[in-house]
């Protein structure tokens, strides 16, 4: 006979642990346990059947695996934190009786947690913690934005300004951002770094308080592992990239309110790497003399330096003129028949964006945020001056003759009394309102300025992120209306790797359309006749691919009906669980439907309001 | 202390002063004893005077003693003239006192007169008691003590003086003399009412001083001083004690240095000249130093799974989208209605004209404790997200089209004016179609034209008709309440209709078998016209309408059902031998249906929920199928006799193969509501399902000889013509035997012919 089981002892009843449990197997606080479980990691299970990992009781808990409960009690910062806690005890009977000098002692010899191996041990590559540092950095960059108050200590401002400023430098000098959007939140930012999306939200300038629903210590724990975990990704990526780390700031600039211009980049000379350290930490712990004098240096080069990385990519204007030269109209089977080389893939679309702004000379009218528009710019390469109320460090002064465009945000005014020489400069620049900045690089061109002018009323802004697959696409419906009048030359105008895109989308999607009717047999034979007799007459294959989607629309609309009885009956005979799910996706089609059906109706509404306002004064 | 001190020195003195004649011895020893008490006093102050000497001179002894003798004198001085003082005191406190001590000890008596005797007496002179003496009777002319003084109220005196001579009692005005008084006499609030002498009597300073100092809640002893000067008498300069208590040599340890102390020190001494410990450690403040933590190795376990990323924003929240994104009122509204955790964005598209107008987002913080929350609360489950186009999950099946023929237009309608189709029956050759309404009007017309032959009329409704499915043979079974009619139709070939009439009315009837409650009564063929059923089966009483009839595929046998709760309403009836029976003698549940099989000596009964297959030769039981099904409605088998369908009130369909399992092979549910009525085609392979939802479902049902393959079910087309009465729909459908047509009787009256 087999031995007789007992009941809880093994399956779901031993691998999960409730919180309860878990608190009290550690013998921390909960606030302790809170606080591991953020560094660590760990999070709550929910297991397959609640009542057989509790005993029975269906009572609400959050379930844990054991084995993390487990590997937590051999974690070296619940020792430290049971440190603290007796450190604690200590400190506060040190005071109450007065001896100050234990106190000072004790205090002196505070137990500190270091959480490095915490993050070795969560990302083992870099590649892990790259892909997990944007909470990190939207937690920075809020944390740059506040206020220093009795729970926030300006140390910890400080360090999140820091670390901010050399993301953002990191970003600019590698020319990695990728998208940008200005949304009612803040503004996002995509990054690529590694082949790794890197996106993050930067609220705007203002200052935030925060709220007294939202508790502090949870923000700050997470804050304390953002901060190791992004001091480490940057270390990395500063010493891959050849730079010191961390670049020195200078302190009379950021008292001056530079920003990010407060840092200077400094490459690392591989000649005497001797000394490189020395130096390295002569910067980090304080200012010695020789790195102050070094620091006035690169501040007097610092334009120059700009121009340096100008000029790291001389043939990139070339490039972009070559771009915006519209290509001949290459027929799509050639572009296909050329393979293209690693060198290609590699060169062109990096060049095509990331020096966007490289002609260019921007200045920025006081009105628009410095931080955000300096980041915009120079990561793509453009030189951005600003006056003096946002902040000093400006590379170009107002009157600069380089000046092509000014981002200005103020509605048109008249300028009766105007010299002859503003008026000539005014003339010669161009004024655009900020969100042609972030158009451009989503757009990855330079788009005209004239939509963008100032005080005009400017187009939409979409998100370069996309929507959700079936939402609603504001440009498309604009196609759907304009696809009769819209040639089929000019998207050849746009670059050749979005057409060839597009066009393999097309056919997949034919194809897919395709392969879900369900009168395949006859369909698709006379699709296949109909295709042979149109390579025999020399017919465009895209010309062709065209014509059979829309006659395919039509007749789909007179075959929908029948075929949609016969799925009907049809449907009788699945399982349950086939029709349970079946209606399940069928129910997200139809809500996502609706949801565009109320947008497109909306839109349909405004436009024939439009169009009875432009029919009316006439 | 020191107050009592000085009265028991007063007691003293007194003693003294009354026995100083008598022995003078005694005050000698007074004497010795009050040196004694003093003796501590005056060594205080013989230290105070030599202070520092002490330790320097501790073993002369004689010249101690010597001061000791001379203190002793001098104190003696002092204590006589403390003595005089008191005295003096004394004396101008009470003179007479003095007075008295002048005289003897037993005052003199004087010899007087006595006024009411008229001899001489002797009288004392009145004592005159002393400090201590009790003062409460003093002066107080009434005697009468302390008893409760309204004993004395209705008399007119109010006790006795010492002599006892009556005290009257002193005149009180009333309340006006009381109140002229206390408005002439300006001290008469200082008097109070004495009880003793029920008159009023003015206090004296004293205590009047008493009650001003009760009132302010001082101490009511005049001359009490609560700030007097301590009087140290063991303590304070020039009294320490310097003898020792104990005689015990000082311990060692209290002068040699501790040598575990030393041992302790010398530890963290060698620690800190080895290093072990940094006496002035560097502060732990030095700048947390980043290292290339990557370069080493990865580790080989797997990493935990990244946590799923915050969706990127879309069009909606961009500071300016476009227009057809903003939220109309309404919509506003209502996400400002829903709950913030129920909302479907936690945001509302707004759109700017600049971007200088845009301002802070007020949720920021919140939104980003909310998603740290997420990532530390919220449990993680991985979902394989299915993304597969819904169309493949519906099974592919053969096309309808290449399924036919089956029924899939209405050719032509029957009505019955008066009440619901309840049933039908097609004729074995196809051609005629009885049917039959609630109003007990069963009404006989061709398949193909729909034209009325001829019409029975019964009392109460008709439950069930079955045509015979003998072919040489032409008759149909009526069932009624609490009868079966056999009926034969006109336009009989006559040879047929003799046939019929002998085998419904034998000229010579078989014996009678064991009695039934069942009659067979039949009607002579001379007597019998088409109007009439040749043959009448009378049910036992109180067993209600016969609901259902299935023929013996021989046309012998006719089971019937109905719907009375007793013996399960279910009869085999005979024909050749006249003869009906109760298959069962009791049964579980009520009967809804019964079937023979088509091939074997079997037969089918469905009760509520289970459907059972009896073996009528051998009478046993088979099988037990279960359908998982509430309420059987309904229930046919395969003209193959290996399937049988079953159909609920449930909206249930259940397909069993006898062959595999009591289980259904496949259960459908596709009708809204329930299922009236199955039928499989005899010879096409075809089945169809009618609903109380109006609609009739054809299926294509093919089964397959070989065990392995399981039986096709294509549906093939959903007919609807029916209107649907009272939540009643199509009540019965049946084939025609030889076409793929199908019947149909509704309760709306209407019976259908669908062809193909």
């Known amino acids: ?618 | 202390m020191p107050g009592l001190e000085v009265e028991s020195k007063r007691r003293k003195r007194r003693h003294e002063e009354g026995q100083d004649e008598l022995d003078a011895e005694p005050s000698a020893l007074h004497r010795n004893g009050h040196l004694e008490m003093l003796s501590d006093d005056e060594d205080g102050n013989d230290i105070q005077s030599d202070d520092g000497q002490v330790d320097q001179f501790p073993e002369i002894h004689t010249e101690s003693d010597s001061e000791e003798e001379e203190k002793e004198e001098t104190s003696d001085e002092e204590d006589e003239e403390e003595d005089e003082e008191d005295k003096d005191e004394d004396e101008e406190s009470d003179s007479a006192s003095d007075s008295a001590e002048s005289l003897h000890v037993f005052p003199k008596a004087k010899t007087v007169m006595s006024e009411i005797t008229g001899q001489p007496k002797l009288v004392y002179p009145e004592i005159e008691p002393d400090y201590d003496s009790d003062s409460s009777t003093e002066d107080a002319p009434n005697r009468v003590g302390d008893i409760p003084m309204h004993w004395y109220d209705d008399l007119p005196h109010i006790g006795y003086d010492v002599n006892g001579r009556k005290v009257l009692r002193p005149a009180r005005g009333d309340e006006l003399d009381k109140f002229l008084q206390t408005v002439d006499d300006p001290s008469s609030w200082t008097a109070a009412f004495d009880k003793n002498t029920q008159m009023d009597k003015p206090l004296s300073a004293e205590e009047l001083d008493i009650i001003h100092r009760l009132y302010k809640g001082e101490n009511p002893d005049a001359n009490y001083d609560p700030y007097e000067p301590t009087i140290e008498w063991f303590t304070g300069k020039g009294k320490e004690e310097v003898m020792p208590l104990s005689a015990a040599p000082e311990p060692k340890r209290r002068w040699v240095p501790s040598k575990w102390e030393k041992q302790k020190v010398m530890k963290i001494v060698r620690a800190i000249r080895q290093g072990r410990i940094l006496p002035s450690k560097p502060k732990s403040k030095a700048k947390f130093e980043f290292y290339s933590i990557w370069n080493d190795t990865p580790s080989t376990h797997q990493p935990p799974l990244p946590a799923p990323k915050p969706p990127l924003p879309t069009n909606s929240e961009s500071y300016n989208p476009p227009e057809e994104y903003l939220p109309t009122d309404e919509e506003r509204k209502r996400w400002e209605e829903t709950d913030p955790e129920d909302r479907e964005r936690d945001y509302l598209p707004q759109k700017y004209s600049a971007l200088r107008l845009v301002p802070g987002y007020d949720q920021f913080i919140k939104e980003r404790f909310h998603r740290q929350l997420d990532l530390y609360l919220a449990p993680r489950v991985q979902r394989v997200k299915i993304n597969i186009d819904p169309k493949t999950l519906i099974p592919k099946l053969p096309s309808p089209n290449n399924l036919k023929p089956f029924p899939n237009y209405k050719s032509l309608h029957f009505i019955h004016a008066k009440g619901r189709a309840r049933c039908i029956s097609v004729s074995p050759d196809g051609a005629w179609v009885v049917s039959g309404d609630e109003e007990g009007i069963a009404s006989l017309w061709e398949v193909n034209v729909g034209r009325e032959i001829q019409r029975w009329q019964f009392e109460g409704r008709i439950g069930l008709i079955e045509w015979c499915p003998r072919l040489d043979v032409s008759y149909f079974v009526v069932g009624t309440e609490e009868k079966l009619h056999f009926l034969i139709p006109p336009n009989i070939t006559n040879a047929v209709l003799s046939l019929t009439q002998s085998l419904l009315a034998p000229s010579s009837l078989p014996p009678p078998p064991n009695p039934t409650p069942i009659k067979w009564n039949s009607v002579s063929p001379n007597h019998w016209s088409l109007d009439k059923p040749i043959l009448t089966l009378a049910l036992p009483d109180s067993s209600g309408l016969p609901i259902q009839a299935h023929w013996h595929r021989k046309g012998d046998y006719l089971a019937t059902v109905s719907n009375s709760k007793t013996h399960g309403g279910v009869w085999i009836h005979q024909l050749s031998r006249r003869h009906s029976q109760a298959p069962f003698k009791r049964i579980k549940g009520t009967v809804q249906a019964v079937l023979f099989h088509p091939l074997k000596p079997h037969f089918f009964v469905a009760t509520q929920q289970y459907v059972r297959l009896y073996n009528l030769s051998e009478q046993k039981l088979l099988k037990t199928l279960m359908p998982g099904i509430k309420w059987i409605s309904s229930l046919d088998v395969h003209p193959s006799g290996d399937h049988v369908i079953v159909g609920g009130y449930d909206r249930k369909l259940c397909w069993f193969d006898l062959e595999l399992s009591d289980k259904p092979y496949k259960v459908l549910r596709y009708h809204t509501r329930a299922i009236r009525s199955l039928h499989f085609h005899p010879t096409y392979p075809l089945f169809a399902s009618s609903s109380d939802d109006g609609s009739i479902q054809i299926f294509h049902s093919r089964v397959y000889n070989d065990l392995l393959t399981d039986p096709l079910i294509v549906p093939l087309k959903i007919l609807r013509g029916h209107s649907v009465k009272d939540q009643l729909g199509v009540l019965q459908v049946r084939w025609c035997g030889k076409h793929p047509w199908l019947v149909s009787a509704g309760a709306d009256g209407h019976v259908v012919v669908w062809c193909s």
């Not at chain 1, 379930?63 to 400190?91: G, N, S, T």
């Not at chain 1, 010899?109 to 892990?128: C, G, S």
């Not at chain 1, 309110?257 to 350290?277: D, E, H, M, N, R």
């Not at chain 1, 746009?494 to 369900?518: F, N, P, Y």
Request: with cysteine.
């Open chain 1, 1 to 618: 006979m087999a031995k007789i089981k007992q009941k809880g002892k093994a399956g779901a009843a031993k691998a999960y642990v409730t919180r309860t449990a878990a608190v009290r197997k550690l013998q921390c606080s909960l606030a302790d346990f809170r606080r591991l479980c953020i560094l660590k990691g760990i999070f709550p299970r929910e297991p397959k059947s609640r009542k057989k990992a509790n005993k029975g009781s269906s009572a609400p808990t959050s379930f844990y695996y054991a084995k993390d409960i487990a590997y937590l009690a051999h974690e070296p910062v619940l020792k430290k934190l049971r440190e603290h806690k007796a450190f604690a005890k200590k400190l506060s009977r040190a005071l109450g009786r007065g001896e100050w000098s234990s106190a000072k002692s004790l205090e002196e010899n505070k137990p500190i947690y270091r959480l490095d191996h915490i993050i070795k041990e969560r990302y083992p590559t870099f590649i892990d913690a790259l892909r997990d540092i944007d909470d990190g950095l939207c937690m920075a960059f809020l944390f740059a934005s506040l206020p220093s108050t009795s729970r926030l200590p300006p140390e910890l401002i400080e360090n999140c300004v820091r670390l901010s400023s050399e993301w953002q430098l990191y970003v600019m000098h590698t020319r990695s951002l990728r998208k940008s959007f200005f949304s009612i939140k803040g503004v996002y930012y995509q990054a690529e770094v590694m082949d790794q999306h890197v996106s993050w939200l930067v609220p705007y300038q203002f200052t935030q308080s925060i709220p007294p629903d939202v508790d502090v210590r949870v923000m700050m724990t997470f804050l304390e592992l953002y901060q190791t975990l992004l001091g480490f990704v940057l270390f990395k990526l500063y010493t891959d990239a050849g730079l010191v780390y961390p670049p020195p700031l200078d302190s009379k600039k950021e008292e001056g309110a530079a920003g990010v211009g407060a840092y200077s980049l400094q490459k690392v000379t591989p000649v005497q790497p001797a000394t490189i350290p020395q130096t390295q930490n002569a910067d980090s712990v304080r200012a010695s003399s020789k790195a102050v004098q070094r620091a006035i240096k690169s501040i007097g080069s610092s334009a120059t330096k700009e121009a340096g990385l100008t000029a790291d990519t001389p043939e990139s204007p070339e490039d972009i003129d070559e771009d915006f030269v519209p290509h001949q109209s290459t027929s799509d089977s050639q572009s296909v028949a050329t393979l293209p080389t690693l060198k290609s893939i590699s060169s062109l679309p990096q060049t095509l964006t990331t020096n966007l702004f490289a002609p260019y000379t921007f200045f920025l009218s006081r009105e628009s945020s410095r931080p955000i528009f300096e980041f915009l710019v120079r990561s793509f390469g453009g030189r951005i001056g600003w006056p003096a109320s946002s902040g000093n460090g400006s590379p170009v002064s107002d009157d600069d003759e380089s000046i092509t465009h000014v981002i200005i945000d103020r509605p048109l005014v008249e300028r009766p009394n105007e010299t002859a020489e503003e008026r000539s400069r005014r003339l010669r620049r161009k004024y655009v309102q900020p969100q042609w900045v972030v158009d451009c690089i989503n757009a990855g061109k330079i788009l005209l300025e004239d939509a963008y002018a100032q005080g005009k009323t400017l187009p939409p802004h979409l998100s370069p992120f996309g929507e959700r697959d079936g939402a609603y696409d504001p440009l498309a419906g604009d196609q759907i209306e304009d696809s009769d009048s819209e040639s089929e030359e000019e998207p050849v105008a746009e670059e050749e790797g979005e057409e060839e895109e597009e066009h393999t989308a097309k056919l997949s999607a034919t194809r897919a359309i395709d392969l879900g009717d369900m009168d395949v047999t006859e369909d698709s034979e006379a699709l296949r006749a109909a295709e042979l007799a149109a390579e025999a007459a020399g017919v465009d294959y895209g010309a062709f691919e065209k014509a059979v989607s829309k006659s395919g629309r039509k007749s789909k609309t007179t075959n929908q009906t029948v075929e949609e009885g016969g799925d009907d009956m049809n449907k009788m005979l699945m399982s349950n669980k086939q029709r349970k799910l079946y209606e399940k996706i069928q129910h997200s089609r139809r809500k996502r439907d609706s949801e565009r059906a109320v947008i497109e109706a909306k839109k349909r509404s405004l436009q024939k309001k439009a169009k009875r306002e432009s029919k009316t004064p006439k």
